[in-house]
């Protein structure tokens, strides 16, 4: 089995930066693609990002392209999310998410973290 454990949320003003961790344990050597989703108050859990084994691939949502980035650092079984210029709309508790495959939809994903709040004032 596989653990995922989110870190790094909080509450920040809009334009900030932000910087979550997810540290995998277990057997971590089978999650090959990691990422994040998000799940805002009253709404459905939206990709964020994903991230193959080696990095080389990179995803994101089309609402944080250019403001996030995705990387991993297998030695240490954890994967960040590096978010810049938070808007409101970035309110969520986000989900650290892993899969024994390639693939980044949500019914794709096998393993899942508790999730990490993270609040953007206006």
């Known amino acids: 089995q596989v653990q995922l454990v989110e870190s790094g949320g909080g509450l920040v003003q809009a334009g900030d930066s932000l910087r979550l961790s997810c540290a995998a344990s277990?057997?971590?050597?089978?999650?090959?693609?990691m990422g994040w989703f998000r799940q805002a108050p009253g709404k459905e859990r939206e990709f964020v990002a994903a991230i193959s084994w080696r990095g080389s691939t990179t995803y994101y949502g089309d609402s944080v392209k250019g403001r996030f980035t995705i990387s991993r650092d297998n030695a240490k079984n954890t994967v960040y999310l590096q978010m810049n210029s938070l808007k409101p709309e970035d309110t969520a508790v986000y989900y650290c998410?892993?899969?024994?495959?390639?693939?980044?939809?949500?019914?794709?994903?096998?393993?899942w973290g508790k999730g990490t709040l993270v609040t953007v004032s206006s």
């Open positions: 277990g057997r971590a050597v089978s999650v090959t693609t």
């Open positions: 998410v892993g899969s024994r495959g390639s693939q980044v939809s949500i019914r794709d994903m096998d393993y």
